[in-house]
């Protein structure tokens, strides 16, 4: 399968950015979605996953209440909605999927989107 993430651009302290994974070239439904960042100089981190029929969600215990994810599987895509953007959010986000719902760390998701980079100003 192949993913297309988008939405990433500049965004000051306190706004929201919707970034949007486009899925093609396999049975979308079939896969656990998440969304990863990764911000200068630090390793990969879980945001947000979401399961296979869409019916939950998890999230990084530091994210909650200001990230939600969601998926349309008619529409062979997931979105990541962010709100209360803060500057420590910086970072390029990628979308991922997987066989397994609930998942947290990478080594459970086979494909990856090429990521798009998100910057809050302060």
């Known amino acids: 399968v192949q993913l297309q993430a988008s939405g990433g651009g500049l965004v000051q302290a306190g706004g929201s950015l919707r970034l949007s994974c486009a899925a093609s070239g396999g049975t979308f439904g079939s896969y656990a979605m998440g969304w990863f960042r990764q911000a200068p100089g630090k390793e990969r981190e879980f945001v947000a996953g979401v399961s296979r029929s869409g019916r939950t969600t998890h999230y990084a215990d530091s994210l909650k209440g200001r990230f939600t994810i969601s998926r349309d599987n008619a529409m062979n895509t997931v979105y990541l909605q962010m709100n209360s953007l803060k500057p420590e959010d910086t970072a390029v986000y990628y979308c991922?999927?997987?066989?397994?719902?609930?998942?947290?760390?990478?080594?459970?998701?086979?494909?990856w989107g090429q990521g798009t980079l998100v910057t809050v100003s302060s």
């Open positions: 991922a999927a997987g066989a397994y719902d609930h998942k947290t760390t990478s080594i459970f998701y086979d494909y």
